[in-house]
């Protein structure tokens, strides 16, 4: 069983919107932050958005005012909300978990849900 798992992901027109969902299980503990990175062919993965257990959210410029991350840390959910997407939005979508408890830190990535915009 994957401890984060994305969906979501899929096929839209330039311009259309999609909603991812990530859910981490509920055997990964005291989650601090939440966030979405991108992968494209070619390219290094890069950040998208992050958000803090205190709802702190960061945005990569290309993605401002057109992509809304948000989170359900009843549920160790997180989402981002995706409009006016642009062939370029096009990658694979990775979220990311941040535990920290006391000295104790460490990552979690899910595996990836595919982004394909067309133009």
């Known amino acids: 069983q994957a401890l984060l798992v994305e969906s979501g992901g899929g096929l839209v027109q330039a311009g259309g919107s999609l909603r991812l969902h990530c859910t981490a299980s509920?055997?990964?503990?005291?989650?601090?932050?939440m966030g979405w990175y991108r992968q494209a062919p070619g390219n290094q993965r890069e950040l998208v958005a992050t958000?803090?257990?205190?709802?702190?959210?960061k945005y990569a410029d290309s993605v401002k005012g057109r992509f809304t991350i948000s989170r359900d840390s009843g549920e160790n959910a997180v989402y981002l909300q995706m409009n006016n997407l642009k062939p370029e939005d096009t990658a694979g979508y990775y979220c990311?978990?941040?535990?920290?408890?006391?000295?104790?830190?460490?990552?979690?990535w899910g595996q990836g849900t595919k982004v394909t915009v067309a133009s």
């Open positions: 958000i803090t257990d205190g709802g702190s959210a």
């Open positions: 990311k978990a941040g535990v920290s408890y006391v000295s104790d830190e460490q990552d979690y």
């Open positions: 509920s055997n990964i503990k005291y989650i601090k932050s």
